[in-house]
């Protein structure tokens, strides 16, 4: 599994991050796990996973994480997790 994270400021893409699992585990946890391996390599606190982004996620495997959804303050618009490859 691939998992592409993109942080955006100002309709700009500032940073980007591809997470690679080849582990034999569940989708769910290699999911939590690289958002857990990108926070830690960014220095970011663990992003709330709100209603509305198990939604979206579950549609498109694709979600937006924006200020609502960390507790601490962040220096961009929003943390864009998208799985690429499954597998």
Same mark, same amino acid.
């Given at each position: *599994? &691939?998992?592409? =994270? +993109? $942080?955006?400021?100002?309709?700009? *893409?500032? &940073?980007?991050?591809? #997470?690679?699992? @080849? +582990? !034999?585990?569940?989708?769910?946890?290699? #999911? =939590?796990? /690289?958002?857990?391996? /990108?926070?830690?390599?960014? !220095?970011?606190?663990?992003? #709330?996973?709100?209603? /509305?982004? #198990? /939604?979206? %996620?579950?549609?498109?495997?694709?979600?937006? %994480?924006?200020?609502?959804? =960390?507790?601490?303050?962040?220096? =961009?618009?929003?943390? $864009? *997790?998208?799985?690429?490859? @499954?597998?």
């Amino acid at each position: *599994m &691939r998992i592409w =994270f +993109k $942080e955006w400021k100002d309709n700009r *893409m500032v &940073r980007d991050l591809v #997470i690679c699992d @080849e +582990k !034999d585990d569940t989708r769910t946890h290699k #999911i =939590f796990q /690289a958002l857990d391996q /990108a926070c830690y390599e960014w !220095d970011l606190s663990r992003p #709330i996973w709100l209603d /509305a982004n #198990i /939604a979206e %996620f579950k549609r498109h495997a694709k979600t937006r %994480f924006s200020k609502d959804n =960390f507790v601490d303050s962040i220096d =961009f618009d929003y943390l $864009e *997790m998208h799985v690429i490859e @499954e597998g």
